[in-house]
């Protein structure tokens, strides 16, 4: 059986501090769906009232057809993992994992199975007697991973999991959440996250959250391509945005016209142009701009150029594949982009 998510206009306060507002989402079954968005976003607040930790000031939870707002935690049919692991220090590996089964009443014959089910599949079988303490933080994360899924939950929730770990750990552990989903297709995910790689990597949509509200919410690629707002832009991925006025074949930007669809946008409305830095080539062609070379940094496979254009003095970012010879500051250089890569945000823009 497989069930999703839904949150239907969920609102959540502290005191007067309203930290989630009016969230509508739903997480289709066996969707992974990224909660992504800066530190007090409200992500982890909007993970708890599925879980049952906070309860909603107002609005309802669903998981499947079933109305949980007033369920405690343990009969949602949870699995829950956190940032710190949070595993009882003085319990041995498989006593973690069978905690939440004896918490949940399964038959105690049924459990040595269970447990072992689970730690087979994080990889963790043969540490099965070892205590927390004797394992390392990568480790112990996949001992929670398997507390969570010993009680073959519906729903798993994911807040930060991987942030205690190390940048090499963290993308071998992508790789086997990724393999895991795929192990358990019905299973409907939410995966709380500020950073981008792991949504972009691990999800099916984004729901991207700031100052307590959803802000966008998509596939990866369609907030990549075609973010709907500035903070989407800048969030999923590096961006430039342009402040332009809309034109009536384009936009005009700091004195320059460039030819871009204005998808619909009123002529005269002000607007933001957002070109992705590694859609901006270095030498003359379409959407020319000319500048000054302000910074450069050497990323290994690429440069990033910061180019300093227009009377406004606007930084412009440009990644181009590495250079033969390094761009010298100050020189004066064009860029330039083709119109399939600029999308327009604001101005009452139709599109997105
Ligand atoms: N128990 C609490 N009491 C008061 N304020 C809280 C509590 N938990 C969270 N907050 C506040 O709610 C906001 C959202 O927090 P949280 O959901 O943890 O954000 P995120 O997970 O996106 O970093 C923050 O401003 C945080 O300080
Ligand atoms: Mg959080």
Known sequence: MSSGIRFESVSVAYGKNVVLDSLDLTVEPGEVMALLGPSGSGKTTALRAVAGFVKPASGRVFIGERDVTALPPYRRGIGMVVQQYALFPHLRVEDNVAFGLKAQKVDKAEIPARVAEALEMTGMASYA?????ELSGGQQQRVAIARALAIRPNVLLLDEPLSALDAQLRSGML???ARL????????IL???HDQ?????????IAVMDKARLQDCGTPQELYRRPRTEFTASFVGNANLLPVQVGAAGVRFDGVEL???TQGAAEGASATLCVRPHLVGLGEGPNALRGTI???????STHRLYVEV???RHRVKADVRELRETPVLGEDVVLHFAAEDAVLLGAGVSGG
């Open 181 to 188: 989903h795929r192990e358990l297709p019905d299973v409907s």
């Open 129 to 133: 007697k070892r205590y927390p303490r």
């Open 197 to 205: 790689v792991e949504a972009l990597t691990l999800a099916d949509r």
């Open 310 to 312: 227009g009377e406004g």
């Open 294 to 300: 302000s910074e450069v940094q050497w990323r290994g």
């Open 259 to 261: 030819s871009v669809d």
């Open 191 to 193: 995966y709380v996250t």
């Open 175 to 177: 790789a086997e959440l």
